[in-house]
């Protein structure tokens, strides 16, 4: 079956980095598009970041342009959140998403952490 597994959240200060990884199982990784989600404290889901099979038509929200940059490698069936000059509003848990912001799709991993101090 579908399994996605993310790992890599934790705790950082404000302004630091960490690199999330998404590893896919139980599917063909390189034929679908990916998308990290995030649900902050008392708000609902939001899209991230989300990328095609071959890398292309990449989306982020708003709020993490220039700052997040997603990845892929279809040969380790795992997709990448690298996160850069984290803040406080980041602070959340990360899903990863099988599809390209598809709510249509309901294969979501279990999620990691990740809490960003000022």
């Known amino acids: 079956q579908v399994q996605l597994v993310e790992s890599g959240g934790g705790l950082a200060q404000s302004g630091g980095s960490l690199r999330l990884s998404c590893a896919a199982s139980?599917?063909?990784?390189?034929?679908?598009?990916m998308t990290w989600a995030r649900r902050a404290p008392g708000k609902g889901l939001e899209w991230v970041s989300a990328?095609?099979?071959?890398?292309?038509?990449?989306y982020y929200v708003d709020s993490v342009k220039g700052r997040f940059t997603i990845s892929r490698d279809n040969a380790k069936n795992t997709l990448y959140l690298q996160m850069n000059s984290l803040e406080p509003e980041d602070t959340a848990q990360y899903f990863c998403?099988?599809?390209?912001?598809?709510?249509?799709?309901?294969?979501w991993g279990q999620g990691t952490q990740v809490t960003v101090s000022s």
């Open positions: 998403h099988r599809g390209y912001r598809d709510p249509g799709d309901t294969n």
């Open positions: 139980g599917f063909a990784f390189y034929q679908y598009p």
């Open positions: 990328i095609r099979p071959d890398g292309s038509d990449i």
